[in-house]
């Protein structure tokens, strides 16, 4: 009997070094001093020269970086969403990913058995999902540029998926950094917008230079405050953060708020009705196991909590970018 080809299953054994020699890389800065030898690099670094070779020539293999002859140089791809400085760049949820995410996930087995996150587990303590996001300064910056590279990515995207040049201002609740209200105001020019976010995103957003003139930064908990006035609401990377019962209890809140003929734009990664694929949003449902109480969702489910709260015409677009699109009419 002719045995299956292994080749998968290695792929998948190799799969978390490839991710973590990005993640040492972009920890160590190394996508911010190239073009630079190994030598001088390692002697900026402070870091063992041998050991640093085999980093970078890594990166070289991973197809991040390129040689000249001693010298090595950022490819396009590093130049555009590794580097700090770059305005695409998507270090904030590689760093978040390295100091959070990947030791979250070194405990699934106990996740999967129990049905919680792995917060207490993993770094002790006690506290509200946020707060660990938010432990530190460094910690929030780090997740919100992240959620900011991964919205530059999907945000364009998600608000060309329906017409919304009938709206004519826009609230997105835990909006963050407004990539996906300024994408929203560069797409239909009558609509203005507000980002509703908690008092530390809202200062920190602030600090980042979104344009006033198309976006007003609200602090406020829109499970716990009254929601801004508007006519189209936006929740991104947020309902799959939570339960089904806290679900419920903001999109009811969000659907009161809204006027007759206003709508809600979710921003999720979609699963197929019947739970097959598409392989990101298991990935990233399994990702919300570790670290919050919800999980990713078939636009089914959406659209039962949806239709629950009062919403009606729940329709959903697949966008090709990280994140789906769905949109709920009041």
Partial sequence: ???????????????????KTMFAAVALGVFDRVPVDCATLARELDAHPGALERLLDASVGLKLLRKDGAVYRNRPVAETYLRRSSPHTMTGYILYSNNALFRLWANLEDAVREGTPRWEQTFGGRGALFDHFFKTDEAMRDFLMGMNGFGQLSSPAVVEAFDLSRFHRLADLGGATGHLALAACERYPGLRAVVFDLP???????RIGIQ?????????????????????????????????GKVRRLLRKIH?????????????????G??????????????????????????????????????????????GAPLDAVLALR
């Avoid at 080809?5 to 070094?17: G, K, T, Y």
């Avoid at 708020?257 to 197929?272: I, Q, Y």
């Fill in 1 to 19: 009997m002719k045995l299956p080809s292994p080749l998968r299953i290695l792929e998948l054994i190799d799969a978390f070094r490839r991710s």
């Fill in 200 to 206: 530390r995103v809202i200062d920190y957003a602030r």
């Fill in 212 to 244: 006033p003139s198309l976006v007003e930064f609200l602090a406020g908990d829109f499970f716990e405050d009254p929601l801004p006035e508007a006519d189209l609401f936006a929740v991104g990377r947020i309902l799959h953060d939570w339960g089904d």
């Fill in 256 to 272: 009161d708020r809204l006027p007759s003929g206003g709508a809600l734009l979710v921003a999720e990664r979609l699963l197929a």
């Fill in 274 to 319: 019947d739970k097959s694929g598409p392989v990101g949003a298991h990935m990233q449902s399994l990702n919300m196991l570790v670290c919050t109480e919800g999980k990713e969702r078939t636009l089914a489910e959406y659209r039962g909590l949806l239709e629950e709260a009062g919403f009606r015409e729940v329709e959903g677009r697949i966008t």
